[in-house]
Nanobody
Framework: QVQVVESGGGLVQPGGSLRLSCVVSGTFFSIMHMGWYRQAPGMQRERVALISSGRNTDYADSVKGRFTVSRDNARNTVYLQMNNLKPEDTARYYC?????????WGQGTQVTVSS
C-alpha cells in the first residue's frame, strides 16, 4: 500500500515562507500527477496546486504567484514552496495523487500563519 508522508509545516509570521515536502512510497512516482491540498477547520479540503508527470503546474487563484510546486522523481518527493504567507493560508496541508487519488491520505502537516 502506498504511503504518503508530509512534512515542513510550522508557525510562521505573515509574509514568511515555508517549504513543504511530501514523500510517496512505492514505484511509478514519476508518472503520477500530484496535488497539494489544504483543509482549514470547518472548511472543505481544497486543492491549491498540482504538478503533472511532465512538470506542468497549476494553482488555485488564492495562492497564484506565492506558491510554487515542484518534484524530485529521484526522491519520490513533491514540494510546495510557500512565500508571502497570509493568515488565510492557515490549514493542514496534504498531498495526494490526482485521478485516482490514493485511498488513504497522509497525516498532513500543519501550517499556521500568525503574528
Amino acid at each position: 500500500q502506498v504511503q504518503v508522508v508530509e512534512s515542513g509545516g510550522g508557525l510562521v509570521q505573515p509574509g514568511g515562507s515555508l517549504r513543504l515536502s511530501c514523500v510517496v512510497s512505492g514505484t511509478f512516482f514519476s508518472i503520477m500527477h500530484m496535488g497539494w491540498y489544504r483543509q482549514a477547520p470547518g472548511m472543505q479540503r481544497e486543492r491549491v496546486a498540482l504538478i503533472s508527470s511532465g512538470r506542468n503546474t497549476d494553482y488555485a487563484d488564492s495562492v497564484k504567484g506565492r506558491f510554487t510546486v515542484s518534484r524530485d522523481n529521484a526522491r519520490n518527493t513533491v514540494y510546495l514552496q510557500m512565500n508571502n504567507l497570509k493568515p488565510e493560508d492557515t490549514a493542514r496541508y496534504y498531498c495526494n495523487r490526482l485521478n485516482p487519488p490514493f485511498p488513504s491520505w497522509g497525516q498532513g502537516t500543519q501550517v499556521t500563519v500568525s503574528s
